[in-house]
């Protein structure tokens, strides 16, 4: 009969682990701190969008090739994003997490407070917004990985990790709305201020993180999660109480747990209550490609950020061409209008992490997700601009079903992914991998504000088509991962009746 062996970190140096009230209020107090510390990242990324049609107006973005060169503008910052995703993650795995993402955050609110000084200074040169939005994009690729790899060291044991990634990733739909909310109700005094107050706000909780986040439990005292040995006979038994007896007397050899190989724990002799020190090397860019899932997941999220970004950066233009009821929206109306796209993702969001911890099928509910986004698109662009009442309800719908796959997939998937047994128990492995998974989906999301400022230019009927057909490719690239999870849930399922 196979039986289980526990071996975890001995207890902080006064010889008793905090108690569990105590851990609660820490990972409390970490989901707090991400969520409000990535919602300044996207409430400074909100403004551009804002003014987009106030800039229409403002050289160089004015004449016929406006929109051409506001497309231009998203493409600098998505696509050096996009590259430097992949960078921030692997020093996001070599790093101090606290330092590394409180830096890029003082740094992000400077480069978005610099892109207002061109209202103020009556910059018309295209290539300082193109440096600056450069600037921003390497900045601002600090924040997902930081964020994630920090909530995957309190919560990546969780059995409700769906729940709670989909209830924490809400930051990204409220950050957007506090941004718009933000820039348009200070855009009536110039563009430039709609730039400074999310500066602010960013500069503000960078500081915060700074001095109040706690990266890891083992910082303040709690044990690492413990690692299971299951033996088959007496004699392994035997073998692993041998491996704790040596590793007690300091003979500092190599563990190898459920084929773990790199691992090292050193203890010191005597009375063993000094912790153990567990070391693993960071995986390699490549080898984090090769796990399984990241690559479909990965492309998936390239299409389907390709869609979420479009009307990041576009919606407020587009409801401000278009009108509702046959009237044309102010400025400020259209931003505040837009967020009723983002608090459609909110719910969007939390619906399909909890769905998928019920399916047990992170790629089922992706897809279920992403088929029914298309009708809901096709829907708005048809009926969106009757009324008010239309307009919010299925603006609302959209967001719903538009963000709900993208923050499962950047959240939950990425934690799950980074976290699997192919990886052989390095948690190092996190942030690389969240790195790769969002990175690529934000070469789409680069890809699709650029193609919407030339396509719409043709009409808006071609936006939408692009945005239907990105969809679907997304959903094929998940189509083999979500066959394999309902083949497993219907193998348990006999073996259910059988037992």
């Not at 930051?171 to 109700?185: D, M, P, R």
């Not at 976290?419 to 790195?435: C, D, F, H, P, Y």
Request: charged share 15%; proline share 5%; glycine share 10%.
């Amino acid at each position: 009969m196979a039986k289980t062996l526990t071996l975890n970190s001995p207890p902080p140096p006064d010889g008793e682990a905090p108690p569990r009230r105590s851990l609660v209020r820490y990972q409390f107090t970490v989901l707090l701190l991400t969520f409000l510390s990535y919602a300044a990242f996207h409430a400074s990324r909100k403004p551009p969008s804002i003014v987009k049609s106030v800039l229409s107006a403002h050289p160089p973005f004015d004449g016929p090739s406006g929109p051409h060169r506001l497309g231009e503008l998203d493409l600098a910052f998505l696509s050096v994003y996009s590259i430097s995703m992949f960078f921030s993650g692997q020093m996001a795995d070599r790093t101090d997490l606290r330092k590394f993402l409180s830096l890029g955050m003082l740094l992000s609110g400077a480069s978005t407070a610099a892109f207002g000084l061109g209202y103020w200074f009556d910059i018309r040169h295209l290539s300082f917004y193109v440096l600056i939005q450069v600037f921003s994009g390497v900045v601002q690729s600090v924040g997902w990985p930081c964020v994630v790899a920090i909530v995957g060291n309190w919560f990546g044991k969780s059995p409700q990790k769906g729940a709670i990634m989909g209830i924490w990733n809400s930051h990204t739909s409220a950050g957007n709305i506090i941004g718009s909310v933000l820039a348009s109700s200070i855009l009536e005094f110039g563009w430039g201020w709609s730039f400074l107050l999310p500066a602010l706000l960013i500069t503000m909780m960078g500081f915060f993180v700074w001095i109040l986040l706690v990266v890891h439990p083992s910082d303040v005292g709690f044990d690492t999660p413990a690692t299971e040995i299951e033996m088959d006979d007496e004699e392994n038994i035997a073998g692993a109480e041998n491996l704790n007896t040596n590793r007690a007397n300091g003979d500092g050899e190599e563990a190898t747990l459920l084929g773990i190989d790199g691992v090292k724990a050193e203890f010191d002799s005597g009375s063993g209550s000094n912790s153990a020190l567990a070391q693993t090397e960071a995986i390699g860019f490549l080898d984090a490609w090769r796990l399984p899932g990241v690559a479909p997941f990965a492309c998936c999220l390239f299409f389907s950020k390709l869609v979420a970004y479009t009307f990041l950066y576009w919606l407020p233009f587009y409801i401000r061409h278009n009108g509702v009821s046959g009237q044309q929206l102010s400025h400020k109306a259209a931003g505040i209008l837009s967020t009723i796209f983002d608090i459609g993702g909110v719910f969007g969001g939390i619906s399909a992490g909890l769905i998928s911890d019920r399916l047990s099928g992170r790629a089922i509910t992706s897809i279920l997700f992403l088929f029914l986004s298309i009708p809901s698109l096709i829907i708005y662009r048809a009926y969106g601009d009757i009324s008010m009442k239309h307009n919010i309800v299925l603006m609302f719908l959209s967001g719903y079903f538009v963000n709900g796959p993208y923050s499962l997939i950047t959240t939950a998937v990425a934690s799950d992914l980074g976290t699997q047994e192919s990886i052989k128990g390095n948690a190092r492995a996190l942030a690389t991998v969240t790195a790769i998974i969002d990175g690529t989906g934000s070469v789409g999301a680069a890809l699709g504000p650029l193609l919407t400022g030339y396509i719409s230019t043709r009409g808006w009927n071609s936006v939408f088509l692009m945005l239907i057909l990105s969809i679907s490719f997304a959903i094929l690239f998940l189509i083999k991962i979500a066959k394999a999870e309902i083949i497993s849930k219907m193998g348990e399922a006999r073996l259910t009746v059988h037992v």
